[in-house]
């Protein structure tokens, strides 16, 4: 580069924790809707980046890299040390195959989906004559389908536990202090209960009680707890034990985090009975559309980040090797030169058609297969339509607690309405239709 860019000399940090989701698009809108914005970020410098070009650009490797980008306190507690989200090139691509062959499959798809619908259906009668909060059963339910279909199937009261530090683990890997120190007690224990599953499956060790002990059930074989368990890296060597139990966890954590999901579809329901008569009569290509538009209304990841790869440059702006290259996530859902009247909840613009690889990208951009896009992205949709539809038939517009708090906070990273949505079924319709476990299965149609 012929001249050095010239980066602020103010840090943003605190303003990033102040303002959550609002941080980013106000940073740009102080720098006229620029679609890059220099900036500093614990120190260092820093640029952010909108816009579909900007996608492009940063799931390209030749331009972000993944290893070094992430604060200390991200692996710490959302993806662990070693997990495939730090790695690049070939290294990220031999360990990417491994959750492309779990979580991309039509057949896993499926099973995770149908575990899920069977595990609500069992569930919802239980909610009956007490209040209950969405929230806490959804993460619940989820955690134990994913045991289950991941080979690691736990007791009841186990599943309420993996799910509370799991939600511990998404809820506090971008806050410092009690919420961070939930997060790091959850992940270190959920690690080592996975570490002792792993080598019970390679008959490393002496098999130990635990909330993952079963692991030498039948229908292990294919299971991800033993395909991650066996896999083998490039040069034939095993993944150490706690790289594995960190894999898994990177199957079992996001799968609890569509809970997220889940209560802001809840949200969209109750504030629109419209969308509830829609999902309830209009099949799959409607559940597709309405949890697309969840994922695009909501807010759940504010940005993504890298490090430049090299010396580079977007749109004949300069950037140094190094640079923290931050992805403008929830202004890119949230922008009029993207999406007609982008702050109106409206499913239907996602009616009949998928939206451009880069356009809708709660879970990234470019190729999941291969680049840093999430594998598990279909395994959401479809979770999260089979959950609009379940929750549709519940009605949450009725059995919904009315003095609750429904607000939804942007300065907190992650958000989720504030009472974590209380419902009471003593408030459903007494003229309520029992739900077909059958029909409220949501099958992907991609």
Not at 136 to 164: F, K, Q
Not at 337 to 365: C, H, K, M, N, S
Request: neutral net charge.
């Amino acid at each position: 580069m012929s001249s050095l860019p010239s980066f602020p000399l103010t840090d943003g940090t605190v303003s990033l924790l102040a303002h959550g989701y609002a941080w980013a698009p106000d940073l740009r809108r102080a720098h006229h809707g620029a679609e890059l914005v220099r900036t500093r970020l614990l120190g260092r410098p820093a640029v952010l980046l909108h816009g579909p070009a900007a996608v492009a650009f940063f799931y390209d490797e030749d331009h972000v890299l993944r290893h070094g980008a992430l604060p200390r306190p991200v692996p710490d507690t959302l993806f662990g040390r070693g997990a495939v989200h730090t790695l690049d090139g070939a290294p990220h691509r031999a360990r990417k195959e491994l959750f492309v062959s779990l979580l991309m499959s039509q057949a896993g798809v499926t099973a995770l989906t149908d575990r899920v619908a069977a595990d609500w259906d069992a569930a919802v009668p239980g909610w009956a004559g007490r209040r209950v909060v969405l929230f806490d059963e959804v993460s619940t339910i989820l955690a134990e389908a994913v045991c289950d279909w991941a080979g690691l199937p736990v007791p009841d009261d186990a599943a309420r536990e993996i799910a509370e530090d799991c939600t511990a683990m998404v809820d506090g890997f971008l806050t410092p202090g009690p919420r961070h120190r939930r997060a790091v007690r959850a992940r270190r224990r959920q690690e080592a209960a996975l570490v002792r599953a792993v080598l019970d499956v390679r008959d490393e060790g002496p098999h130990r009680d635990g909330p993952f002990a079963p692991s030498r059930h039948a229908g292990l074989a294919g299971s991800a707890l033993e395909t991650v368990a066996l896999h083998r890296t490039p040069d034939g060597t095993p993944l150490d034990p706690r790289t594995a139990a960190v894999e898994l966890l990177n199957i079992i954590r996001p799968t609890v985090a569509v809970t997220w999901f889940a209560v802001f579809a809840a949200h969209a329901l109750h504030r629109d009975p419209a969308a509830r008569d829609l999902l309830r009569t209009g099949g799959p290509r409607h559940a597709r559309a309405f949890a697309h538009e969840v994922r695009r209304f909501y807010p759940f990841v504010p940005f993504v980040g890298g490090l430049a790869a090299r010396d580079t440059a977007f749109d004949g702006a300069p950037i140094p090797a190094g640079t923290v290259i931050l992805l403008d996530v929830y202004g890119h859902h949230h922008d009029p030169d993207l999406w007609e009247e982008p702050y109106r909840f409206d499913p239907v613009r996602f009616l009949g058609r998928e939206p451009a690889r880069d356009t809708l990208i709660p879970q990234g951009g470019g190729d999941a297969r291969t680049g840093h896009r999430c594998p598990g992205e279909d395994i959401t949709v479809a979770l999260l339509g089979t959950l609009s539809r379940a929750l549709a038939d519940l009605d949450p517009a009725a059995a919904t607690v009315p003095e609750q708090d429904l607000s939804i906070p942007l300065g907190r990273i992650p958000t989720r309405p504030r009472s974590g949505f209380l419902i009471d079924l003593a408030r459903q319709p007494a003229t309520r239709q029992p739900r077909s476990h059958h029909a409220s299965r949501f099958q992907h149609h991609a």
